[in-house]
T-cell receptor
């Protein structure tokens, strides 16, 4: 079945550091890929998405590129801020999952000033 | 009120109690979901309602009982829970099942459940 694997956290960085959170997937079809973010005490919200190979999703300075050859969708940001501290979830949706979202376990990001 | 609202935010109950979680969405969506979020585990989809009909039940124990009286409201009735049921329960809504073309789900802030 479909699955998503994320790097384990927590990831701790200093402000203005470069961020990468790894995400790889297995899917039977041609999935759409998503990053959601959960700030402390809040529900999840969609951060960015990509629907086909080589697409790049971007939002709030975050980017992720849909790499079919490596089945990856790594999240990157050039310069993180304290306000980026949150839990980040990678997810996919495709026909193999009946178009329900399949989630990774989440990666907690801690940014220190 | 806007978005997805969940009440209560925190709930502590004994194993013999009966309680309910409530979710209300003000987005005009036609699908609603219950998820269980436990530490360091992927989100677990519990139930999906589309146009007020339950379309998925992912092998959830019968001590969890959902109810969707209309497209804006979703309940999760709890009875004789176990300590391992302690978790954050998230409600979400979307336009189109699975988030439709956008894959976007809108989440509430969750109800933190502790079973003693």
């Amino acid at each position: 079945g479909d699955s998503v694997t994320q790097m384990e956290g927590p990831v701790t960085l200093s402000e203005e550091a470069f961020l990468t959170i790894n995400c790889t997937y297995t899917a039977t079809g041609y999935p759409s890929l998503f990053w959601y973010v959960q700030y402390p005490g809040e529900g999840l919200q969609l951060l960015l998405k990509a629907t086909k190979a080589d697409d790049k999703g971007s939002n709030k300075g975050f980017e992720a590129t849909y790499r079919k050859e490596t089945t990856s969708f790594h999240l990157e940001k050039g310069s993180v801020q304290v306000s980026d501290s949150a839990v980040y979830f990678c997810a996919l949706s495709d026909s193999g999952s009946n178009y329900q979202l399949i989630w990774g376990a989440g990666t907690k990001l801690i940014i220190k000033p | 009120e806007t978005g997805v609202t969940q009440t209560p935010r925190h709930l502590v109950m004994g194993m013999t109690n009966k309680k309910s979680l409530k979710c209300e969405q003000h987005l005009g969506h036609n699908a609603m979901y219950w998820y269980k979020q436990s530490a360091k585990k992927p989100l677990e989809l519990m139930f999906v309602y589309s146009l007020e009909e339950r379309v998925e039940n992912n092998s959830v124990p019968s001590r969890f009982s959902p109810e969707c009286p209309n497209s804006s409201h979703l309940f999760l009735h709890l009875h004789t829970l176990q300590p391992e049921d302690s978790a954050l329960y998230l409600c979400a809504s979307s336009q189109g099942r699975g988030g439709g073309d956008t894959g976007e789900l809108f989440f509430g802030e969750g109800s933190r459940l502790t079973v003693l």
